[in-house]
């Protein structure tokens, strides 16, 4: 068995979301047509690709785009609750900037700290998290590849921990488009290197 293992970590597809709140962790919310577009078009590139696990945050727009993925290479998809998506105190609102919740001053407490940041959980506890799913997904793929499904913030800042890059930054500086990949490579269980891709396209 090659001592090479792949641990590909995706970002799900775009979600119908037409009142275009953040939705965090709520239920019911599904991929959009171009959502499931750009799940099948990374199924697609991904098929050739020696891929033996596939796991997914237990949240359905995860799960969807798991699921092409998943039947190209005749597998199941695992759930991990650690995949999930991160809380944030704004949840079910608007918070486009100008529109919603963020106008409202009673609000800005929340925002007085980016660092932590102060209106949601804790970078270290995403980081912990993510590190943990990273591992266990490179323990069932050991000498293979793998694929997790999870979301924007998370990734991002699963990548700044294995690369050892400060947690806190600009939400529009991450680089976590939709359906992207960012693979982590290990030699044993060594990490030596990562890569990024948008196999679907923007």
């Known amino acids: 068995m090659s001592d090479k293992t792949i641990v590909h970590v995706m970002r799900h597809g775009e979600v119908h979301n037409p009142d275009k709140i953040l939705y965090g962790r709520l239920p019911n919310y599904h991929l959009s047509e171009r959502g499931r577009a750009q799940a099948e078009a990374v199924a697609d590139w991904l098929a050739a690709r020696d891929i033996v696990y596939v796991v ?5 727009r995860a799960q969807e785009t798991a699921t092409p993925i998943a039947e190209r290479h005749n597998l199941s998809i695992d759930v991990d609750e650690d995949l999930i998506e991160s809380t944030n105190i704004f949840q ?3 918070v486009s900037p100008g529109d919603g919740a963020l106008r409202d001053p009673r609000n800005w407490w929340h925002l007085r700290n980016p660092r932590t940041p ?3 959980e804790p970078y270290r506890d995403i980081a912990a998290r993510m590190t943990a799913a990273l591992h266990r997904a490179r323990t069932k793929a050991a000498g293979h590849e793998a694929l997790c499904v999870s979301h924007q913030l998370p990734v991002e800042t699963l990548r700044r921990a294995v690369t050892g890059k400060p947690l806190h930054h600009f939400p529009t500086r991450r680089l976590c488009n939709l359906a992207s990949l960012t693979s982590f490579y290990f030699h044993g269980d060594t ?3 990562w890569g990024y891709s948008e ?3 923007q």
């Open 56 to 60: 997914a945050s237990p949240l359905e």
């Open 92 to 94: 079910g609102q608007r």
């Open 118 to 120: 102060s209106w949601g």
């Open 191 to 193: 990490f030596v290197g």
């Open 199 to 201: 196999l679907a396209g």
